[in-house]
């Protein structure tokens, strides 16, 4: 157990609609890392945030949002989705923002769009 | 555009030998590097990581090995066990940068009797 917990675990949906998947980091941890797993791909980096300010934006969406709230929890907004956008979406935690300190990850929310 | 590529999406290795798993990068602006090993239905978890200062870095059964000019870096397992069986993905990152990490699609290491 990575201390880093993401609800729902499993999330079906329709094209064109928008989902919420939540993340809570180990407790101290005040970065949170959003990644994204397609199928037979590797983790894509999204975005980052530190104590509640966006630090680094990797290959997200505009569709795609994401915030970091004062309790240190995270919420990554998706809408408009399209089949594409099937796949593991994970959240990762860290003490710092730095790459050099370990990212301690979720297990991963499935996010199937039909 | 693939920065960080393991080539081999599948090793079986026989237990208690070496496993070797290896990672090229494109980016010569990387110069810190991960591997992360995920079992089926959890999170990834890490594993080792080097910096470019460095050649190797050694933890327990796990050594990373890094070839700068040859833009390389290989992780060995030695000797293999039954619960390395998982996933292994190597990542690039610029250490002075935000955290941009790349990863790569990853390997499927399974361990035989």
């Known amino acids: 157990d990575s201390g880093v917990t993401q609800t729902p675990k499993h999330l079906i949906t329709a094209t064109g609609q928008r989902v919420t998947l939540r993340c809570s980091p180990r407790?101290?941890?005040?970065?949170v890392y959003w990644y994204q797993q397609s199928l037979d791909q590797g983790l894509q980096f999204l975005i980052q945030?530190?104590?509640?300010?966006?630090?680094a934006k990797g290959n997200i969406l505009e569709r795609f949002s994401a915030q970091q709230f004062p309790d240190l929890h995270s919420e990554l907004n998706l809408s408009s989705l399209e089949l594409g956008d099937s796949a593991l979406y994970f959240c990762?935690?860290?003490?710092?923002?730095?790459?050099?300190?370990?990212?301690?990850f979720g297990p991963g929310t499935r996010l199937t769009v039909t | 555009d693939q920065q960080v590529k393991q080539n081999s999406p599948s090793l079986s290795v026989q237990e208690g030998r070496i496993s070797i798993l290896n990672c090229d990068y494109t980016n010569s602006m990387f110069d810190y590097f991960l591997w992360y090993k995920k079992y089926p239905a959890e999170g990834p978890t890490f594993l080792i990581s080097?910096?470019?200062?460095?050649d190797k870095n050694e933890d327990g059964r796990f050594t990373v090995f890094l070839n700068k000019s040859a833009k390389h870096l290989s992780l060995h397992i030695v000797p293999s066990q039954p619960g390395d069986s998982a996933v292994y993905f190597c990542a690039a990152s610029p250490y002075s940068s935000a955290s941009k990490i790349i990863f790569g699609s990853g390997t499927r290491l399974s361990i035989r009797p």
């Open positions: 945030y530190y104590n509640g300010e966006e630090r």
């Open positions: 990762a935690s860290s003490v710092g923002d730095h790459p050099s300190y370990e990212q301690y």
């Open positions: 080097i910096s470019s200062i460095k």
């Open positions: 407790s101290g941890d005040l970065s």
